[in-house]
């Protein structure tokens, strides 16, 4: 079953028609049966619906928009009724009882213009204040009208002269004739609306209203002066103010007789010189009714000359909201002739700045000059509870909300205005407080697709700033719209402080929008952005590792930064700390779980940086702690620190257990090159650390034997010296003289070139060098007193004879000792 619905159009009928078309090779009974019941359905629905529609239809016809001319045109009319009425109902108050028979058509047709008014207003369309919408809907239309001014106006319209006549023309039915002064809000209304019209000189319009305001206050307080002295039995007359009064030789008795102009200037008279209190005397109150309103009404006029002043004195000092606004909008209008804009954006430059006159928006304008730490706490106030509901910000710190929060301003958008335009650069992130906005894409033809709806607590504008691309459709405020906006820059700058945030939003947007397809195509971008934020991450907390500064890499870790990471070069935190020397930081990494002997690209551990860097303690820390030196080419590093010389380097190495022995490419030990170098003391160094002098490169060469090619003596005897200590550890029949050393003593001064030199004799070193002493002395058939080594230096302990030494065995006079 197929089914189309087709329009004719709205001018030739207003019907819907439907066409169902069934296709019988495809359909068997049951399915015939089951369309005709949906068929049946549908069409009951259907008459339904297009009954509504019609009624719709026909009451678009009869709606009046609120801009209408012709609306405009019957305002302007209805004005001068509403003037009319006004300033009649206290003059029919006060000085009628009926109306006269001239005056009864008159009264009559206003009657019936205000009464064709009230059905105007049922037909008005309205802005909505919420909203700032036209508001076309009857049933809404017709509930606030009736809610506000609809049964005042509707009472106006009662004849009650008539009722008055009718009732026997009782007193407190001519009372409710005061209904009808619910009509001088319309005078009121116009008068606000010329002040705001630039066309007109604003000092002007004020001195008008306030002109009108007095006459019309004391036009009423005359009216009401006269009724209270009518209302008294014609013989009692003498009784009141006006049958009392004596203006020189004229006096008003049976003033009901007089012409009824003089009768209202009189009390005009008497009602302003009460309100300015300036008599002489000469008009008063006679009775206590008229004492009891007079007292009233210079109470009221104490009041209404505070106003009146007031405002003579805002017009002097140009202070008030109103002119404030008609300053604006006359250089707005300057600076849109000056730069000749486009009829539809001055229209929308008007509606703001009669937005912000009419609501006030931008409180947020008032608090300017409040500091900054006071302006904070009201953000956190009006706008945390509202951000914290943010589906993108879901499971964020309290650190990254108060860092958004104080950074939001408020933007208003009226109705059918572009927030964002469709393939535009995004500088701004929007969240809906109140309203609702719609995403539009647009093709090249110029055609609108729909593509979602922006409520409160959404958000527009994350994916081109997050993603750095270009706005996909273009966003429309539906109503009256209550935006918060967060400038890009300040929202990157949060993100790169709090990355950890800045990751759960990018994985908030990717979860929330799995079924979106523009998502979908943006999803290597997004991820790619966490990477990079990481990248950056560890970057910072490796250069705050290497810094020392601790506190700042607390920071860091606390807002999410993991020190495992490492940086493009596989450097850890802790790499940086041990190269930079920074005990603190290398004792924080530890405890935080860093690997102690993690390896970079380089084939560098935070123990190797340390030991390069000559920091000791640093190394120790992470010795105690488990490091360990598992160089891939030890033999390299090490003939590479002897080559250079480095021996505080060198010793590093060996101490924390490098083998003196590893060989480099050519199979050369360290020991090769510091023979091969004549660096005596590094050779000794090796030495000591257990370094062979057996051992053989490529070519079959030994350390020794370099040593002879370099003619070095004293490494001669240091590895000669080596290599037999190392065979007697090799040879278990060379242990029984293992620790024992021989030396040669010669019984002469080595200094005495005049004597003949004599031979000496080979002794095994004994313990002490007296007893070297004695034995010389025993076997050398001699005398002497102390030992001498070559250079003529007094040796006084046995320990410090070396293996095959030459000794002289001397004595205390100054020439040579013989046999």
């Known amino acids: 079953m197929v089914m189309t619905k087709k329009s004719k159009g709205s001018h030739e009928s207003d019907e819907i028609e439907y066409e169902v078309e069934v296709k019988e090779s495809m359909m068997d009974q049951s399915q015939k049966r089951r369309s005709c ?84 207003h049922f037909l008005l369309a309205y802005r909505d204040s919420n909203t700032y919408r036209i508001v076309s809907n009857p049933s809404s239309i017709a509930l ?55 066309r007109i000189n604003y000092l002007f319009i004020r001195i008008v209203k306030l002109i009108v305001v007095e006459l019309y206050c004391t036009h009423t307080a005359a009216c009401i002066f006269y009724y209270l002295a009518t209302t008294l039995p014609q013989s009692m007359e003498r009784y009141t ?60 006029d104490m009041i209404l000359g505070a106003y009146l002043i007031g405002n003579m004195t805002a017009l002097i000092v140009k202070g008030s909201k109103t002119e404030r606004f008609r300053d604006k909008m006359k250089e707005l209008i300057k600076y849109m002739n000056r730069n000749k804009l486009d009829k539809e954006t001055r229209e929308q430059i008007k509606a703001h700045a009669r937005l912000q006159y009419e609501r006030s928006y931008t409180e947020a304008s008032v608090l300017q000059d409040i500091p900054a730490s006071i302006r904070a706490k009201i953000s956190q106030r009006l706008y945390k509870p509202f951000i914290e509901n943010i589906p993108l910000f879901n499971g964020c710190s309290p650190e990254f909300y108060h860092q958004i ?138 250069s705050a590792a290497f810094y020392g500064d601790l506190n700042h890499l607390k920071v860091l870790i606390k807002d999410g930064a993991d020190p495992k990471k490492t940086d493009y070069d596989g450097r850890s935190p802790l790499h940086l700390a041990a190269s930079g020397g920074n005990e603190d930081i290398t004792s924080f990494l530890i405890q935080e779980g860093v690997d102690v002997n993690l390896t970079d690209k380089f084939g560098c551990t935070p123990l190797l940086e340390a030991i390069k860097n000559g920091h000791e303690n640093v190394a120790s820390i992470l010795f105690r702690e488990g490091a360990r030196l598992s160089l891939s080419d030890a033999g390299s590093h ?65 350390p020794l034997e370099e040593a002879h090619k370099c003619g070095n003596r004293s490494l001669i005897k240091l590895l000669e010296d080596a290599k037999s200590k190392e065979l007697q550890q090799q040879s278990p029949q060379l242990q029984v003289h293992f620790h024992q050393r021989r030396c040669i003593v010669y019984p002469f001064h080595p200094w005495d070139s005049n004597v003949t030199k004599m031979e000496g004799v080979m002794l095994w070193v004994p313990n002490s060098i007296e007893d070297l002493i004695k034995l010389s002395k025993e076997q050398l058939k001699c005398s002497g007193s102390f030992i001498l080594s070559e250079d003529g230096v007094r040796i006084l302990d046995a320990e410090m004879i070396a293996d095959g030494q030459k000794l002289y065995l001397a004595s205390d006079q100054d020439r040579p000792m013989h046999c």
């Open 37 to 120: 019941l949906i068929l049946s359905r549908w069409t009951r629905y259907e008459s339904n619906e297009v009954m509504e529609i019609k009624a719709e239809k026909l009451f678009d016809r009869l709606l009046i928009h609120p801009e209408n001319r012709w609306y405009q045109i019957w305002t302007q009319f209805i004005l001068v009724w509403a003037v009319y009425s006004s300033f009649f109902t206290p003059l029919e108050f006060g000085f009628f009882r009926g109306l006269p028979k001239n005056l009864v058509f008159l009264d009559i047709a206003g009657q019936i213009a205000f009464l064709f008014d009230i059905v105007v």
């Open 241 to 300: 103010w006006i049958g009392s009064l004596k203006l020189g030789d004229h006096t008003y008795a049976h003033f009901r007789e007089i012409d009824l102009y003089t009768r209202y200037v009189t009390s005009l008279y008497f009602a302003i010189v009460t309100m300015a209190t300036v008599g002489y005397g000469d008009i008063h109150a006679v009775n206590s009714r008229e004492m009891l309103f007079i007292m009233i009404y210079l109470s009221f």
């Open 638 to 702: 090490l003939c590479m620190a002897v080559a250079k010389g480095d021996a505080d380097f060198l010793r590093r190495l060996l101490t924390y257990g490098i083998d003196p022995n590893a060989k480099d490419y050519d199979h050369r030990t360290p020991l090769h090159v510091a023979v091969a170098e004549g660096l005596y003391f590094i050779a000794k160094i090796l030495l000591e650390a257990g370094a062979s002098v057996l051992s053989q490169d490529r070519w079959g060469n030994t």
């Open 405 to 542: 929060v104080i950074n939001l301003h408020e933007e208003f958008f009226l109705p059918g205005e572009e927030v964002m335009e469709q393939e535009s650069s995004v500088y701004q992130l929007y969240f809906v407080r109140h309203g609702v906005l719609e995403a539009v894409n647009i093709d090249k033809g110029g055609t609108e697709t729909p593509v979602q709806k922006f409520e409160q607590n959404s958000s527009f504008g994350e994916i081109p700033i997050l993603c750095n691309t270009k706005q996909l459709y273009a966003v429309r405020a539906c109503d009256l719209c209550q935006l918060l906006r967060l400038d890009k820059q300040i929202f990157t700058n949060i993100l790169q402080t709090y990355f950890a945030d800045g990751r759960k939003i990018l994985s908030n947007l990717l979860e929330g929008n799995k079924n979106n397809l523009d998502i979908k195509q943006l999803e290597s971008d997004i991820t790619f952005n966490i990477e990079k934020q990481e990248a950056e991450s560890a970057l910072r907390v490796n």
């Open 144 to 198: 606030r009208y009736v809610k506000s001014g609809f049964v005042l106006d509707f009472l106006s319209c009662f004849p009650w002269d008539a009722i008055y006549k009718a009732c026997g023309e009782k007193e407190e039915v001519r009372y409710l004739l005061w209904i009808r002064l619910f009509r001088a809000r319309k005078v009121t209304d116009f008068l606000e609306k010329l002040e705001k019209d630039i």
